[in-house]
């Protein structure tokens, strides 16, 4: 199943306790290797420009899919509707049509391209991203510097992108934090600033 159709049904599940009025705001997943959850209540982003990047990365993952197929392996991350393509693609062209391509989707307010140009990461490659991932996730918590659900963490060949709506302090921790990470071998800020 392609994972913009996994993306599809997370969207719905959060949706629905919206749309019925029936429960609060399900509770989200903020890192498997964490093992935490947070209420998206806790986010500085509203509960509508949550979902609305939900549904950037759905439409994007679609769209991407539709004009690429399997020639790429794109990842969309949407925070605060920023978008941050990582991944690979074949040609210079290609990575361009990308960002167009993404730019396209409604309420994107900017793109981020750090695609390279090049094969495919391998399995192992994407297991290990996904381990990165999870120990700076794991270190996050028990640093207790700041609200863990306030960054975004996205790992790419061991690059590490960080995310987020974050003041000035916890970002310079949370890169002290993600570059001293074993296995990570630079650390990229994409955040927007509070103060």
């Known amino acids: 199943m392609p994972s913009f159709y996994k993306k599809q049904w997370l969207l719905w599940f959060l949706i629905l306790p919206l749309v019925t009025s029936c429960a609060p705001m399900a509770a989200i997943g903020v890192g ?10 806790e986010d ?25 197929g399997d020639q790429a392996h794109i990842n969309i991350t949407s925070f605060n509707r920023i ?17 167009r391509l993404i730019r396209s989707v409604e309420n994107v307010r900017n793109v981020i391209n750090e695609i390279t140009i090049g094969e495919k990461s391998t399995l192992s490659s994407r297991s290990n991203d996904t381990f990165i991932t999870s120990k700076v996730k794991s270190r996050f918590l028990t640093s207790g510097e700041f609200q863990i659900n306030h960054i975004k ?6 690059i590490v992108f960080l995310m987020g709506v974050v003041k ?11 570059s001293s990470t074993t296995g990570v071998v630079k650390v990229v800020k994409v955040f927007e600033y509070l103060d």
């Open 83 to 99: 978008v941050l393509l990582t991944g690979e693609v074949p040609t210079e062209a290609m990575k361009q049509e990308s960002s």
């Open 32 to 41: 498997t290797g964490a093992g935490t959850s947070a209420m998206v209540s």
């Open 153 to 158: 963490i996205v790992t790419e060949k061991s």
């Open 44 to 68: 500085r982003r509203t509960g509508g420009i949550f979902i609305e990047d939900e549904s950037i990365e759905l439409k994007g993952a679609r769209r991407l899919h539709e004009q690429l």
């Open 168 to 178: 000035h302090s916890e970002a310079d921790s949370a890169t002290d934090i993600a």
